[in-house]
């Protein structure tokens, strides 16, 4: 059954705590980003990857990191840096990262801070 | 700056009837669209996409409309269920800079269907 798949569904944070979600796709495609959604809010874009080894900031990246090690996994550490983590966190991939290509997204992480 | 933005932040509509979302972008140089539908709790999820050189594009029971002269895009639903139920996002493609690939994102508009 392919897809992108995310965990965990929920994630509670401590206030100095740094936390990582997990992205994995077997769809085979090249790119992987990741978005963070507010209520009442559209996507933003906190990192995004084209190729293995190598991913570019997006619009939102301060307090975040990511790494791509595998072209399959692209995981997400919230840092302690992050002040308002509170979010909806949906990692996406795309074949090629052209823009001109649908992006499929994941179920989503909902994160909450304790 | 650059956005995406809906005409509407919610929609209701009775079962049976048909339904029209619109999406207005400001960037006459964005040559690629995306629909999709977000259940609650859930990821969006691909409807239809349409690239420029296009005025329309049909699915099942879905039809994107691309007005390029006035930068609208619209997303008709046929015949509208309880199932479309959902929050529907405009998505367009802006290369600016490095950063080819991303997608711009639409607040959404609320859609909610009347048994």
């Known amino acids: 059954d392919g897809g992108i798949t995310q965990s965990p569904k929920y994630l509670f944070r401590k206030e100095g705590q740094n936390v990582t979600l997990s992205c994995e796709q077997n769809l085979n495609h090249d790119a992987m980003y990741w978005y963070r959604q507010d209520p009442g809010q559209g996507l933003r874009l906190i990192y995004y990857?084209?190729?293995?080894?190598?991913?570019q900031k997006g619009d939102i990246a301060e307090g975040y990191s990511v790494s791509r090690e595998k072209k399959e996994s692209f995981p997400l550490t919230v840092t302690s840096a992050q002040k308002n983590p509170t979010a909806f966190y949906l990692c996406?991939?795309?074949?090629?990262?052209?823009?001109?290509?649908?992006?499929?997204f994941g179920p989503g992480t909902r994160l909450l801070v304790l | 700056g650059e956005s995406v933005g809906l005409h509407l932040p919610t929609l209701s509509v009775q079962e049976g009837d048909n339904s029209i979302i619109n999406c207005a972008y400001s960037?006459?140089?964005?040559?690629?669209f995306i629909w999709y539908k977000q259940e609650s709790g859930k990821g969006p999820q691909f409807i239809i996409d349409?690239?420029?050189?296009?005025d329309k594009r049909q699915g099942q029971r879905v039809t994107v409309l691309l007005n390029k002269t006035v930068k609208h895009l619209s997303l008709q639903i046929a015949a509208t269920q309880p199932g479309d139920s959902a929050v529907y996002f405009c998505a367009e493609n802006m290369n600016y800079g490095g950063s080819q690939g991303n997608l711009i994102f639409g607040k959404g508009t609320k859609l909610s269907v009347k048994p």
């Open positions: 960037n006459s140089a964005s040559d690629y």
């Open positions: 996406a991939s795309s074949i090629a990262g052209t823009g001109q290509e649908t992006q499929y």
């Open positions: 349409i690239r420029s050189n296009m």
């Open positions: 990857s084209q190729i293995v080894n190598d991913f």
